[in-house]
């Protein structure tokens, strides 16, 4: 398996220059095909009743009249790295439609959540939205920190669970392009290290990944940040709200705190 399609979050928001750089620079180094889906229907907005009715149908004139400016602005990254890439426009709701789309897509890139214009606030519910309900792993971008021109170091943010499992398998042809892995595992408790952390390594390195183990203590969200940081890693990799998301959301937890604020480009899956 290899990457061959990329689906990008086509937006006005602010998030949009990072993210479709990003997407760019994955699209190249895999060879891929980018495909960007940009919506004219406001996430989070029910179609009923008549106030509701106008408000949208503003919310979509604005949308048509920003269209061509991000397009030009797609054409133009497009042309610059030399890939190929198609632009769709949809009446549909951006969640469902990104949602839908990501079923034949092998990554889909949005942004973090961040606060700001109204296209901002509209876009806001989508990385938690796809990470849970995607069949395939969500490239959540940052906004206003640096974008890598290419994948070279990866950090995979380990415990034995379903959604780390199912992120690192997702995963397997990014981390298999990669010059170096870092498995990293972390305990709060200051107990022994899993086996698991050695056991995924070695499971790695016979899919021909370069991949290291490292095992550190202390609070799992300042841990693998810091780690990343250190490691000069280019993207990290982390199983999606293994806890309820209702839990993480009230009382915290690693796949919020990243989701929301994420240190680098973050590929997640639930």
């Not at 972390?186 to 390195?205: I, M, R």
Request: overall charge negative.
């Amino acid at each position: 398996m290899s990457v061959r399609i990329v689906l990008l979050h086509a937006a006005p928001d602010s998030g949009f220059d990072d993210r479709l750089a990003c997407a760019v620079a994955l699209t190249k180094q895999s060879g891929a095909r980018l495909v960007a889906l940009y919506t004219l229907y406001p996430a989070g907005v029910p179609r009923v009743g008549r106030a509701l009715s106008i408000y949208v149908n503003e919310l979509k004139r604005e949308a048509r009249e920003k269209e061509a400016e991000t397009r030009a602005r797609f054409d133009a990254a497009i042309a610059a790295a030399g890939i190929t890439a198609d632009w769709s426009v949809v009446d549909g709701e951006v969640t469902s439609e990104l949602r839908k789309a990501s079923d034949f897509a092998d990554v889909t890139v949005v942004s973090e959540t961040v606060s700001g214009t109204s296209d901002d606030e509209l876009a806001a519910i989508l990385p938690e939205h796809l990470a849970l309900t995607s069949s395939g792993p969500v490239l959540v971008v940052p906004t206003t920190k640096k974008v890598p021109a290419r994948i070279g170091r990866v950090v995979v943010a380990w415990k034995p669970s379903r959604e780390a499992g199912h992120a690192v398998r997702l995963a397997l042809p990014l981390l298999a392009a990669a010059d170096q892995v870092l498995v990293l595992t972390v305990s709060e408790d200051g107990g022994a290290p899993s086996e698991s952390g050695a056991q995924l390594t070695g499971f790695l390195k016979a899919h021909g990944v370069n991949a290291e183990h490292k095992h550190v203590e202390g609070d799992p969200t300042k841990a693998i940040t810091t780690e990343s940081a250190a490691f000069g890693a280019d993207l990290l990799v982390m199983g999606a709200y293994s806890r309820a998301r209702l839990t993480e959301l009230v009382l915290g937890g690693v796949t919020a705190s990243l989701i929301a604020n994420p240190p680098l480009p973050l590929l997640c899956a639930h």
